[in-house]
């Protein structure tokens, strides 16, 4: 069917293919129509067993139904809108819901004007064999979405390279919920402006190869997220280079609970200029909680850190769990150990009452001081041997206060010399053997504390905390060296 070059003018300017069923080609390049009551094409449920061509149509519209209705219709072949021009000033301009193109649809270098909620381009339910081209297509949409596209499946890729996108809805600019792209999803040099809501939401959008959103712009309202990207999953690589969000204090980027089976490029310097030192006076955030990735191939583990500690909405373990697995899989086992240091100071600073009671937080501080949450064993084991030192100089500190007579720690009976002063080297054994909870010098059969005397008692009680203290370091050290508290909640 051919209407190559049609010109149709005023209240009959309608073309109506109902349920209509064509065989071969619709071929409608260069069509010319405005109507100012209702749709210019009105093709529900139509049959094409070939192409569909609106190569550089010009239609204006004034119709809430859509100005080119496809909605349920099937195009045996490819649908190619490359270059037409649609204006529709009271409602969507391409209304094509559960569309079905067996071959690719292009709507490259389209320029598209809708209006209202139900979006600029339909395409939700929609299914398109091959790929969907956009390149360079400009669409406006001042009262709702512009692309409405929830559900969308394509087979092939989807190329929205250097769009231009403008709307006001609350809904989002380019919707795309659940959709499935089957190759590749390619936004390089997009801009996306939405003054009222997201830029990208793309929940649980599924893309089997690489995400492409490099030097890219979002502007979104600063009450939603910029990309909305929460459970999505991505099959190759996710690329952010060169992107720009703009969103106020909300959140940027929300890629909460999603994967990616490939590389992450994904800058720190997108949410943060300065991602690094223990604070930060930006307030842009991203959404992390449940983000599974294998690598990141540009940005380091210590900007990534930087992200999760202070551009996060909440306290949640599993980012710094995530990233510490990421480090230990490529070998660096003492950057998963800061890391998961850092969980633990985030978590007693942002989430204490996740600790529980008072007493149960100052413990799990001085765990950090002490052990570094179970991460430093070698800090446990020099604090162990700094208390040993000090049952050692308390012992030969005891020996040398004099109680008149004798001294707080002497010679035994057994020794043959009672009251008599110990030798150095007694008292040092004196207080390691007071101290040690376990494997005695022996020392004492010869040389001891006099509990008798108010020094002697004196000494015995420090030397009894000295050896509580060692009881708890020496666990500390050897449940760290064996792995056993290397799993905090």
């Known amino acids: ?3 190559v070059r049609v010109r149709l003018i005023g209240h009959n300017a309608k073309i109506w293919l109902y349920d209509a069923s064509i065989g071969g080609v619709l071929n409608c390049r260069q069509l010319h129509a405005d109507q100012l009551d209702g749709p210019v094409v009105s093709a529900d449920r139509l049959r094409v067993g070939s192409n ?28 190619n809108a ?54 360079g297509m400009h669409v406006d949409n001042s009262a709702g ?23 006001s809805s609350e809904k989002g600019a380019v919707r795309l919920l659940g959709a499935h792209i089957g190759g590749q999803f390619n936004a390089t040099g997009m801009h996306v402006d939405n003054s009222a809501g997201p830029a990208l939401l793309a929940d649980n959008l599924q893309v089997d190869a690489s995400m492409f959103v490099q030097d890219a712009h979002f502007t979104g309202s600063r009450r ?28 940027g980027i929300d890629l909460e609970d999603a994967q990616v089976d490939g590389p992450v490029f994904f800058p720190a310097r997108i949410v943060c200029l300065q991602p690094w030192g223990h604070s930060c006076p930006s307030s842009h955030l ?21 992200l999760i500690r202070f551009h996060t909405a909440y306290y949640s373990p599993s980012p710094y769990q995530q990233l510490a697995a990421v480090e230990r899989a490529a070998g660096h086992d003492s950057n998963a150990r800061h890391i998961l240091i850092a969980q ?62 004798g001294y707080a720690a002497e010679r035994t ?58 009881w708890g370091l020496a666990t500390l050290a050897l449940a760290g060296y064996t792995g056993l508290i290397r799993k905090p909640a």
Not at 56 to 79: K, M
Not at 344 to 351: G, T, V
């Open 413 to 470: 009976t057994a020794s043959g010399s009672p009251g008599q002063q110990c030798s150095p080297v007694e008292l040092i054994g004196l207080g390691l053997d007071r101290g040690l909870p376990f494997a005695p010098t022996g020392l004492r059969a010869r040389c001891d504390l006099d509990t008798a005397t108010t020094s002697g008692q004196t000494f015995t009680v420090a030397v009894w905390f000295i050896q509580a203290a060692i």
């Open 344 to 405: 633990q100071q985030d978590l007693h600073r942002f989430a204490p009452e996740e600790l529980g009671g008072r007493l149960t937080r100052s413990f799990h501080q001085l765990w950090g001081l002490l052990g570094g949450y179970g991460y430093r064993a070698r800090r446990t084991a020099a604090a162990l041997l700094f208390a040993l030192a000090a049952a050692g100089g308390l012992g030969l500190w005891a020996g040398h206060v004099e109680t008149n007579p």
């Open 52 to 79: 569909l061509l609106l190569e550089g149509a010009r239609i204006t519209s004034s119709g809430e139904e859509g100005a080119v209705r496809l909605p349920g219709a099937h195009i045996g072949g490819q649908f």
């Open 224 to 251: 939603h997220d910029a990309l909305g990207l929460r459970l999505a999953r991505i099959g190759g690589r996710l690329v952010f280079t060169g992107t720009r969000i703009l969103n106020g204090a909300a959140k």
């Open 145 to 167: 979405p512009t692309l409405f596209a929830d559900a969308l499946q394509v087979d092939d890729d989807i190329f929205l390279e250097g769009a231009r996108i403008t709307s």
């Open 286 to 306: 991203v959404g992390l909680d449940g983000f599974r990735f294998n690598e990141l191939a540009q940005t380091d583990w210590r900007r990534w850190l930087h």
């Open 82 to 135: 490359t270059g037409m021009r649609v204006d529709n000033s009271a409602g969507p301009a391409l209304f094509a819901d559960r569309l079905q193109v067996d071959a690719s649809m292009f709507l490259a270098n389209a320029r598209i004007t809708g209006s209202g909620e139900k979006g600029a381009v339909r395409l939700p339910g929609a299914h398109i064999g091959g790929g969907l081209n956009a390149m």
């Open 1 to 3: 069917m051919e209407l």
